[in-house]
């Protein structure tokens, strides 16, 4: 049973088109998050999600818009893609503890190019 | 702000000798540190985390880590080291922003095994 899985895995687009990222988890955390990993293999926090409301959005351009549905779903809706756009986006989950200490399950991944 | 610096970009050891990746913080409150590690192509799994008490933590797969507050730093290290072992290592803050967590990461360490 894979804790976080994020779907596709792979996705290749030509710029300009609108894409998804899809992640669930099983693990009954209540907290989610979306980071991007760059072709330097760093890696920075875009959303987070807690209960479906969002609590952290580090200025993302709004072509990036996540989606919450439940707390065990947090999708990834990417608008009019940039070549800049091409990285790789990991899901992840936590429950959210008394400040702050929480840990981090990640998901395996989703290479996104951008032709 | 919080940041997370890792000096050694790429490091060499030989399988069988001992491990030290450097990892060095800023953040102004008692730090939450975690240390992950991506192989090749996967997602980031957890190897140890420091919350508070013993500032020497034990991990997974034989590592372990070493809060020094007074140097800012948790290194990581291992005293026999693996082919398996070669992967990217990357060290990481919990920054409470409010209320809630997210993971301020360093740029990664890769590791390499010789024969």
């Given at each position: 049973d894979t804790a976080v899985s994020q779907t596709p895995k792979y996705l290749v687009t030509q710029m300009g088109n609108d894409k998804s990222i899809k992640c669930e988890q099983n693990l009954g955390h209540d907290t989610m998050y979306w980071y991007k990993q760059d072709s330097k293999k760093f890696l920075k926090i875009m959303f987070s999600y807690n209960n479906k409301e969002l609590i952290i959005n580090e200025t993302v351009p709004n072509r990036f818009s996540p989606k919450s549905p439940d707390k065990a779903h947090l999708n990834l809706h990417i608008n009019s893609l940039e070549l800049g756009d091409s990285a790789v986006y990991f899901c992840a989950s936590s429950h959210s503890r008394a400040r702050g200490a929480n840990v981090l399950t990640f998901g395996a991944g989703s290479r996104l190019t951008v032709l | 702000a919080q940041s997370v610096t890792q000096?050694?970009?790429?490091?060499?050891?030989?399988?069988?000798?001992?491990?030290?990746?450097?990892?060095?913080?800023?953040?102004?409150?008692?730090?939450?540190?975690?240390?992950?590690?991506?192989?090749?192509?996967?997602?980031?799994?957890?190897?140890?985390?420091?919350?508070?008490?013993?500032?020497?933590?034990?991990?997974?797969?034989?590592?372990?880590?070493?809060?020094?507050?007074?140097?800012?730093?948790?290194?990581?290290?291992?005293?026999?080291?693996?082919?398996?072992?070669?992967?990217?290592?990357?060290?990481?803050?919990?920054?409470?922003?409010?209320?809630?967590?997210?993971?301020?990461?360093?740029?990664?360490?890769?590791?390499?095994?010789?024969?």
């Open positions: - | 000096p050694d970009i790429h490091i060499t050891v030989s399988e069988g000798a001992s491990l030290e990746l450097r990892c060095n913080y800023s953040y102004g409150a008692t730090p939450y540190l975690f240390w992950y590690v991506q192989s090749p192509g996967q997602g980031l799994q957890l190897l140890l985390k420091y919350f508070s008490g013993d500032t020497l933590v034990q991990g997974i797969k034989g590592f372990e880590a070493e809060f020094k507050r007074s140097q800012s730093s948790f290194n990581l290290r291992k005293p026999s080291v693996h082919w398996s072992d070669a992967a990217e290592y990357f060290c990481a803050v919990g920054a409470v922003n409010t209320g809630f967590q997210k993971l301020v990461f360093g740029t990664g360490t890769r590791l390499l095994v010789s024969p």
